[in-house]
């Protein structure tokens, strides 16, 4: 693995840890973290706020040099996170339950990072 690419894991980490932090804190009970589906890809964080259910994608940025970190989650990325949420649903026996997707977006700069929600983001 190249020292870009390990870099980049290990900010994708990082933010995922971040993010984590950031939703418990706000009351949401972390169920999963990097669930994967077969080839398919993996959803971040899996969480529940109240009854709902929240499959949650990640994405951090240092700068806006490739844009806000939010505008990373394509229409590709999203419908490949619906078809793994709906693949999670059934593997678990619980597509009968409330569920929404959101996107952790966390801007890094300096001291402090900036972390949004976007609540029921697609």
């Given at each position: 693995?190249?020292?870009g ?6 900010a ?12 418990e804190?706000h ?10 589906f077969?080839?398919m890809?993996?959803i ?5 706020e ?37 693949a ?6 619980i ?11 966390i801007?890094?700069?300096?001291v402090a ?10």
């Amino acid at each position: 693995m190249t020292g870009g690419r390990r870099n980049l894991r290990l900010a994708g980490a990082s933010g995922e840890e971040e993010a984590a932090r950031f939703l418990e804190a706000h009351g949401f009970r972390i169920v999963e973290r990097n669930f994967r589906f077969r080839t398919m890809g993996e959803i971040d964080i899996i969480a529940e706020e109240g009854d709902e259910l929240v499959f949650c994608e990640v994405k951090t940025r240092w700068g806006d040099g490739f844009g806000a970190p939010e505008e990373a989650v394509t229409a590709a990325k999203q419908r490949t996170i619906r078809k793994i949420a709906a693949a999670y649903l059934a593997l678990r026996g619980i597509g009968d339950r409330p569920c929404r997707c959101d996107v952790v977006s966390i801007r890094r700069g300096g001291v402090a990072s900036e972390v949004t929600l976007f609540r029921n983001a697609f």
